[in-house]
């Protein structure tokens, strides 16, 4: 049965940090690429953050670059997204995804509430 877990949510002030993982299973973990995606109040999914399953590629929404870092530990099956100088606008529902292309093949987390507010 396929599993991403998504952990670390909360409420945070602008300016803060917070750390979000995803621990997956029930699939080749190292054979997907992980990717961030968020979905704030009245807007459509976005792609915030992937890594790539080879080589460990990262790329980055312009609303996030040099604020945020994807990591994955292939020995533990685990995703991190570290969030740095919050904003306002990265409150959203943030959703873990893993994607193979050559599979067709995509699964999705549940969704963990970040919201930055004072």
């Known amino acids: 049965q396929v599993q991403l877990v998504e952990s670390g949510g909360g409420l945070v002030q602008p300016g803060g940090s917070l750390r979000l993982s995803c621990a997956a299973s029930g699939f080749a973990f190292r054979s997907f690429g992980m990717n961030w995606y968020r979905q704030g109040p009245g807007k459509e999914r976005e792609l915030v953050a992937g890594?790539?399953?080879?080589?460990?590629?990262?790329n980055y929404a312009d609303s996030v670059k040099g604020r945020f870092t994807i990591s994955r530990d292939n020995a533990k099956n685990t995703v991190s997204l570290q969030m740095n100088t919050l904003k306002p606008e990265d409150t959203a529902v943030y959703y873990c995804?893993?994607?193979?292309?050559?599979?067709?093949?995509?699964?999705w987390g549940q969704g963990t509430q970040v919201t930055v507010s004072s």
């Open positions: 890594i790539t399953s080879v080589g460990g590629v990262t």
């Open positions: 995804n893993a994607e193979n292309i050559w599979y067709g093949k995509a699964y």
